[in-house]
């Protein structure tokens, strides 16, 4: 893969990650169902994560996906899920263009119990941890953020989310999403359905119906059956689990979904300015070189002894003298 496409996830199986937006009920409710299974793949295979680690990554990239596709404007969302479980923390960055990137923090701290493939959806709420924050901070362009969080209570993500958008963003709404592994734990397929009601629409009565018919494993299931019939896409996938509510279901607009990582060495050296001149020097004296790592991609920068006093000067230069 070349340098320059080293933070883009590619297509090489013709698995096509796609957000679809809509309405529903004659437009009471708006819904957004999408895949991400190459993007997903994408992310777990730089940080070379199995079973629940990469799960936790998928559900969370697909929520976060969800959140930002909400808007016809350009829009980012940071979700964070701060958890104590093993895993520290799963944080991901989605565009309502479709890009999105992701990292647990502990990627490596649990391992795989291939028994645990047969189960119809992973229970990850030990993995997360039950005592935490769900942080979401929406950029709309804006001066200010704005920015909403929930305290944890069951750490399976797509429901944590769900209860942050009815209780800190007061919209009635059902989330779910799903990342599936094979008996290795690998990624096989990724997905997720968002379903809310719209100012003064009166569709309340068309999500708690959805709730209840996708209550527990069932989104799971549904996903498996897509899958199984060659049928893993966004348009069947809504018709499954919204059954008769997809009927006349109003297609406003589809776009890709992709791993994307911004990052770049003149980003990652505004690290290094940010420290103080004390510490640059006594990197220089003890390491005689710096290495940062993007935390999303995995892409290593290195300065050398040289580059590092360049680093140092610049800073004594730029500091206000008093």
């Known amino acids: 893969m070349s340098r320059q496409n080293a933070k883009e996830s590619s297509d090489p199986e013709g698995i096509s990650d796609t957000i679809l937006r809509g309405l529903i009920e004659g437009g009471r409710a708006r819904v957004v169902v999408a895949t991400a299974t190459t993007a997903v793949r994408e ?3 730089r940080h070379q994560m199995v079973g629940l680690p990469a799960v936790a990554l998928g559900r969370a990239a697909m929520a976060g996906l969800l959140l930002a596709t909400l808007t016809k404007d350009e829009e980012q969302v940071t979700l964070q899920v701060l958890g104590d479980g093993p895993l520290g923390g799963v944080t991901v960055d989605a565009r309502s263009s479709g890009q999105v990137r992701g990292f647990v923090k502990r990627p490596l701290a649990l391992t795989w119990d291939p028994g645990s493939a047969g189960q119809t959806r992973l229970a990850i709420g030990p993995a997360v941890g039950r005592r935490g924050v769900v942080v979401v901070i929406r950029d709309l362009g804006l001066a200010q953020n704005y920015s909403g969080q929930v305290a944890l209570e069951s750490g399976e993500i797509d429901e944590e989310v769900e209860r942050y958008l ?9 989330l779910r999403c799903d990342a599936l592994v094979d008996s290795e734990g690998r990624i096989t397929a990724v997905a997720g359905l968002l379903v ?6 009166h569709g309340a009565a068309v999500v708690e119906l959805l709730r209840d018919t996708l209550a527990g494993p069932l ?7 897509a899958l199984a019939h060659d049928a893993f896409a966004p348009g069947p996938i809504a018709k499954a689990a919204l059954g008769q509510c ?3 279901m109003q297609v406003l607009d589809q776009r890709p979904v992709r791993f994307f990582c911004p990052c770049t060495r003149q980003r990652a050296e505004l690290t290094l300015t940010m420290l103080r001149p004390a510490d640059l020097q006594e ?6 070189e710096a290495e940062v790592t993007c935390n999303f991609c995995g892409a290593r920068y ?15 230069r730029n500091r206000p003298q008093g």
Do not use: C, K, Y
Not at 219 to 225: A, P
Not at 302 to 316: K, Q
């Open 196 to 201: 809310q009601t719209l100012p003064q629409a």
């Open 43 to 45: 992310m777990v295979g």
């Open 302 to 316: 290195r300065w050398s002894e040289a580059e590092l006093e360049g680093i140092r000067r610049r800073h004594d």
């Open 166 to 174: 009815i209780t800190s963003e007061q919209i009635d709404s059902l």
């Open 283 to 288: 990197m220089i004296l003890e390491t005689n």
């Open 219 to 225: 989104f799971s299931t549904v996903l498996r059956d």
């Open 246 to 248: 997809a009927t006349g």
